[in-house]
C-alpha cells in the first residue's frame, strides 16, 4: 500500500476485481469475502469494480487491459 492509503484506509483510486466463471460457487463466496473483509478496514466495497472473465487464463489478460485503460 502506498502512504495514501496508509493514512486514510481508504484506496486513492478504485479497486478491481477479476473473477473467472469457472468454479464461480467457491469464486463467489471468495468474491463475498474479501468484500466483507475490506469493508472491515474501512474500505468502502463501493469502491471496487468487479469483472468476470471465462476461466483463470482470461483473467491477468483482463487486468492486463484494465491496467492500459487506466481504470
Known amino acids: 500500500m502506498?502512504?495514501?492509503?496508509q493514512q486514510t484506509g481508504t484506496?486513492?483510486?478504485?479497486?478491481?476485481f477479476v473473477?473467472?466463471?469457472?468454479?464461480a460457487?467457491?469464486?463467489?463466496?471468495?468474491?463475498?469475502?474479501?468484500?466483507?473483509e475490506i469493508g472491515g478496514h474501512g474500505i468502502d466495497p463501493g469502491a471496487v469494480d468487479l469483472f468476470r472473465v471465462p476461466g483463470a487464463f482470461e483473467i491477468p489478460l483482463h487486468a492486463q487491459r484494465l491496467a492500459a485503460s487506466g481504470r
Open 2 to 5: 502506498g502512504s495514501i492509503e
Open 11 to 16: 484506496p486513492a483510486g478504485r479497486i478491481a
Open 19 to 23: 473473477q473467472s466463471e469457472w468454479h
Open 25 to 36: 460457487d467457491l469464486v463467489d463466496r471468495c468474491r463475498d469475502a474479501f468484500l466483507a
